[in-house]
């Protein structure tokens, strides 16, 4: 007798599900075996759909006109339960996502009792000879407490989903199943690499020879057992092309199976993933971030943008750039789609770029995923930064034990590379706008960067000038994109260049004034700033001013925190920007001010409550809504905006959801809004179009972006 595990599809018989059942455990046994579980992803893969056996739910998928029948979970979950204990969440959750503690065993206690799970239990013992196991199932060695076995439900979950996906698509889809293929092997990269950088080895110089220095550093790294690491290395070094080189030659080494660098910053994420296709192609890197566009034509997507969207799902790649939001969140989250790449975290490199901006509040469960993926399941962790945080374990911090130091060499660099000349003024002596406008008239070219986009609004208004540039979170990323493309340009033409930002400019973003204000703010912040001072060395010293805003505003919480932390740092007789171990101390300082676990995740995570762990990790703790901008209005020769612009129009006169070609071509024209903020502007600014998706019907300026006005009537077309 055949059984369907999936209905007929456009042409496709009815997938088999028996056929379905072996493969899905024979795919999750092979991503468990690097969990030290294959036992465990065979009874997972094997017990998962088996409630689909009961007539009802067969009578169901061979006419969809009948109802559906009995939950299909049930039967498996059950089973599980009664062998496996771990895997009942596991089975349970592999559409809906996981479940709490107290729910599953409500769930569990309902399909124990109900007739029609014992019906698909019996049917399936009677044709399965081997459904269930002859013995307990050896459970892991490391599994010894709540958080460990939390982690290790989270990776079989992961490793499920993705096997029952896998399968599913390859019987209905097998042409996309063959371009999930990963174009390139690790050896086949490396030569690229090497190959690439025999270009630029030997550049004269002290830049380039602390760059080449660096890279030799990672090499000799790159041989030692795989486990915790910390590049430290000033701004303008090399870091990007080095963790690359450390990344990939580790991998090779000691065979683990890609290479995965989490950045803080979407517009760093960009950059950096333009060097990497430059050295190794644009079909082994994957760039996968939420303000990612799509493929330039949805309808059409070249082979390449297709593997892209397919290796987005489950990071099947060998090396993929990311956010810092995206990688936690997803290893935090509850939700299948979002989970269903966590078991590519096995043996794999992870480099923190920036890792200093990791949030302090949410330091301890992220901590603890990072050294659990090292300890239990074979990863690599890599701090990459100029302004290393003290994430060794300390009565402060519960941290990483044995962080080795890439580079000891690096303070001597430090001091080589001192092109910045550091001027901080007193706290007492305040600088109104007004003064940091007139500092800033002085020089033709010039950089400010404040705390808030408020300030940052009051300063372009004391400016009063129509040529300055300005850069927030206010402007869309397309606008972003393009600010930055015209600052560059000016720069290197020597044209008059003012620029007035928020943080969005301060770590990783290619940038290179001779003179830059700093607005109070915590230490590494200021520290990445004068990273856009002077960048390439083509001054004997650039200018760096720390100055206080007599009106300006502070981020709340470890920010605001950080800030008077720093200001007590720079107070002090001896203090050096330019000594590296300083910034240790600082944010040891810093951690023991903070709460650590400010949201109790630890502690959600110890009672298996995975929906609450997941609302509570938050990267971005606000509450932000998408707001598309009509950026096609200040830049009417941007042929990708006005197509944006029509999707729009033809969203406001549709009753559908958009499909997610639709959401991506429309992505770098939003401005995330905080719900709060949304609710506050005038009726008729802010007008949701489609559930979840809102437009700006107001003013968008050329410099300021989203401004909280209404349109002038001489701009309205009746």
């Given at each position: 007798?055949?059984?369907?595990?999936?209905?007929?599809?456009?042409?496709?018989?009815?997938?088999?599900?028996?056929?379905?059942?072996?493969?899905?455990?024979?795919?999750?046994?092979?991503?468990?075996?690097?969990?030290?579980?294959?036992?465990?992803?065979?009874?997972?893969?094997?017990?998962?759909?088996?409630?689909?056996?009961?007539?009802?739910?067969?009578?169901?998928?061979?006419?969809?006109?009948?109802?559906?029948?009995?939950?299909?979970?049930?039967?498996?979950?059950?089973?599980?339960?009664?062998?496996?204990?771990?895997?009942?969440?596991?089975?349970?959750?592999?559409?809906?996502?996981?479940?709490?503690?107290?729910?599953?065993?409500?769930?569990?206690?309902?399909?124990?009792?109900?007739?029609?799970?014992?019906?698909?239990?019996?049917?399936?013992?009677?044709?399965?000879?081997?459904?269930?196991?002859?013995?307990?199932?050896?459970?892991?060695?490391?599994?010894?407490?709540?958080?460990?076995?939390?982690?290790?439900?989270?990776?079989?979950?992961?490793?499920?989903?993705?096997?029952?996906?896998?399968?599913?698509?390859?019987?209905?889809?097998?042409?996309l199943a063959n371009l999930r293929v990963a174009p390139v092997r690790m050896d086949e990269l490396w030569r690229l690499f090497e190959a690439n950088q025999r270009n630029i080895t030997g550049k004269p110089g002290v830049v380039g020879q602390v760059r080449h220095e660096a890279y030799l550093a990672c090499l000799r790294a790159a041989l030692e057992s795989p486990g915790w690491f910390r590049l430290t290395v000033p701004t303008g070094g090399g870091k990007t092309r080095s963790t690359l080189a450390f990344g990939l030659r580790h991998a090779l080494l000691h065979g683990l199976d890609r290479v995965i660098v989490a950045i803080p910053y979407t517009s760093?994420?960009?950059?950096?993933?333009?060097?990497?296709?430059?050295?190794?192609?644009?079909?082994?890197?994957?760039?996968?971030?939420?303000?990612?566009?799509?493929?330039?034509?949805?309808?059409?997507?070249?082979?390449?943008?297709?593997?892209?969207?397919?290796?987005?799902?489950?990071?099947?790649?060998?090396?993929?750039?990311?956010?810092?939001?995206?990688?936690?969140?997803?290893?935090?989250?509850?939700?299948?789609?979002?989970?269903?790449?966590?078991?590519?975290?096995?043996?794999?490199?992870?480099?923190?770029?920036?890792?200093?901006?990791?949030?302090?509040?949410?330091?301890?469960?992220?901590?603890?995923?990072?050294?659990?993926?090292?300890?239990?399941?074979?990863?690599?962790?890599?701090?990459?930064?100029?302004?290393?945080?003290?994430?060794?374990?300390?009565?402060?911090?519960?941290?990483?034990?044995?962080?080795?130091?890439?580079?000891?060499?690096?303070?001597?660099?430090?001091?080589?590379?001192?092109?910045?000349d550091f001027s901080v003024v007193p706290p007492d002596e305040s600088w109104p706008w007004e003064r940091v406008a007139e500092e800033m008239r002085s020089r033709p070219q010039v950089l400010t960067i404040v705390n808030t986009r408020a300030d940052a609004a009051r300063l372009l208004e004391a400016l009063g000038d129509p040529e300055v540039l300005h850069l927030s979170s206010m402007l869309c990323g397309a606008h972003r994109r393009a600010v930055l493309a015209e600052v560059k340009r000016r720069l290197t033409k020597g044209l008059p260049c003012r620029l007035v930002t928020t943080q969005v400019v301060e770590a990783g973003v290619d940038l290179d004034?001779?003179?830059?204000?700093?607005?109070?703010?915590?230490?590494?912040?200021?520290?990445?700033?004068?990273?856009?001072?002077?960048?390439?060395?083509?001054?004997?010293?650039?200018?760096?001013?720390?100055?206080?805003?007599?009106?300006?505003?502070?981020?709340?919480?470890?920010?605001?925190?950080?800030?008077?932390?720093?200001?007590?740092?720079?107070?002090?007789?001896?203090?050096?920007?330019?000594?590296?171990?300083?910034?240790?101390?600082?944010?040891?300082?810093?951690?023991?001010?903070?709460?650590?676990?400010?949201?109790?995740?630890?502690?959600?995570?110890?009672?298996?409550?995975?929906?609450?762990?997941?609302?509570?990790?938050?990267?971005?703790?606000?509450?932000?809504?998408?707001?598309?901008?009509?950026?096609?209005?200040?830049?009417?020769?941007?042929?990708?905006?006005?197509?944006?612009?029509?999707?729009?129009?033809?969203?406001?006169?549709?009753?559908?959801?958009?499909?997610?070609?639709?959401?991506?071509?429309?992505?770098?024209?939003?401005?995330?809004?905080?719900?709060?903020?949304?609710?506050?502007?005038?009726?008729?600014?802010?007008?949701?179009?489609?559930?979840?998706?809102?437009?700006?019907?107001?003013?968008?300026?050329?410099?300021?972006?989203?401004?909280?006005?209404?349109?002038?009537?001489?701009?309205?077309?009746?």
């Amino acid at each position: 007798m055949t059984w369907l595990a999936h209905s007929a599809f456009e042409g496709n018989e009815g997938h088999d599900l028996k056929e379905h059942l072996y493969s899905v455990a024979a795919l999750t046994r092979q991503f468990a075996t690097a969990l030290g579980a294959p036992e465990w992803g065979w009874w997972a893969g094997l017990w998962h759909d088996i409630g689909k056996i009961h007539p009802l739910f067969q009578a169901y998928l061979k006419d969809s006109k009948v109802a559906r029948g009995p939950d299909h979970k049930g039967a498996g979950t059950v089973m599980a339960f009664r062998h496996a204990q771990p895997l009942a969440f596991v089975i349970a959750g592999h559409h809906g996502g996981l479940h709490s503690l107290g729910d599953l065993k409500s769930h569990i206690h309902e399909w124990m009792r109900s007739s029609h799970v014992q019906e698909a239990l019996a049917q399936a013992k009677s044709h399965f000879s081997d459904l269930e196991p002859h013995a307990p199932l050896p459970t892991p060695q490391h599994l010894r407490g709540p958080l460990e076995q939390e982690f290790f439900i989270r990776l079989l979950f992961s490793s499920l989903v993705d096997a029952d996906r896998l399968d599913t698509e390859a019987y209905f889809h097998p042409d996309l199943a063959n371009l999930r293929v990963a174009p390139v092997r690790m050896d086949e990269l490396w030569r690229l690499f090497e190959a690439n950088q025999r270009n630029i080895t030997g550049k004269p110089g002290v830049v380039g020879q602390v760059r080449h220095e660096a890279y030799l550093a990672c090499l000799r790294a790159a041989l030692e057992s795989p486990g915790w690491f910390r590049l430290t290395v000033p701004t303008g070094g090399g870091k990007t092309r080095s963790t690359l080189a450390f990344g990939l030659r580790h991998a090779l080494l000691h065979g683990l199976d890609r290479v995965i660098v989490a950045i803080p910053y979407t517009s760093i994420v960009e950059q950096t993933v333009d060097v990497y296709r430059d050295i190794l192609g644009v079909g082994a890197v994957l760039e996968h971030h939420s303000s990612m566009e799509g493929p330039a034509d949805p309808l059409n997507p070249t082979p390449a943008e297709r593997w892209a969207e397919l290796a987005a799902e489950n990071w099947d790649a060998p090396v993929i750039v990311t956010t810092t939001v995206q990688l936690f969140e997803s290893l935090f989250t509850n939700h299948p789609s979002k989970a269903r790449k966590l078991h590519n975290l096995v043996r794999s490199v992870i480099i923190l770029d920036e890792a200093q901006s990791l949030p302090p509040g949410l330091l301890e469960p992220i901590l603890d995923g990072l050294r659990q993926l090292t300890v239990h399941y074979g990863a690599t962790v890599v701090l990459a930064t100029a302004t290393q945080p003290a994430l060794d374990d300390s009565p402060v911090l519960h941290g990483l034990p044995g962080i080795r130091e890439i580079a000891p060499e690096h303070p001597r660099w430090y001091q080589e590379l001192r092109r910045v000349d550091f001027s901080v003024v007193p706290p007492d002596e305040s600088w109104p706008w007004e003064r940091v406008a007139e500092e800033m008239r002085s020089r033709p070219q010039v950089l400010t960067i404040v705390n808030t986009r408020a300030d940052a609004a009051r300063l372009l208004e004391a400016l009063g000038d129509p040529e300055v540039l300005h850069l927030s979170s206010m402007l869309c990323g397309a606008h972003r994109r393009a600010v930055l493309a015209e600052v560059k340009r000016r720069l290197t033409k020597g044209l008059p260049c003012r620029l007035v930002t928020t943080q969005v400019v301060e770590a990783g973003v290619d940038l290179d004034f001779p003179v830059v204000f700093r607005a109070v703010g915590p230490l590494d912040r200021i520290v990445q700033a004068a990273g856009r001072c002077n960048r390439e060395g083509r001054l004997t010293r650039g200018l760096m001013t720390v100055f206080t805003p007599a009106e300006g505003g502070l981020p709340r919480g470890a920010y605001s925190t950080a800030t008077h932390i720093a200001q007590k740092f720079m107070a002090f007789p001896d203090f050096d920007f330019y000594d590296p171990g300083l910034f240790l101390d600082y944010f040891r300082e810093v951690y023991r001010h903070t709460d650590t676990d400010a949201n109790r995740v630890q502690k959600l995570r110890a009672s298996f409550d995975f929906p609450a762990v997941a609302r509570e990790f938050r990267m971005i703790p606000s509450d932000t809504l998408p707001l598309v901008v009509p950026y096609w209005e200040v830049a009417p020769g941007d042929v990708q905006a006005r197509q944006a612009a029509s999707r729009i129009s033809e969203l406001r006169r549709g009753e559908r959801m958009p499909p997610r070609s639709v959401w991506r071509q429309l992505q770098p024209y939003i401005v995330q809004v905080d719900r709060r903020q949304l609710g506050a502007y005038p009726r008729g600014l802010a007008i949701e179009i489609v559930p979840g998706l809102w437009e700006w019907r107001g003013r968008y300026d050329r410099v300021r972006g989203l401004v909280n006005e209404p349109l002038a009537p001489e701009d309205v077309v009746v």
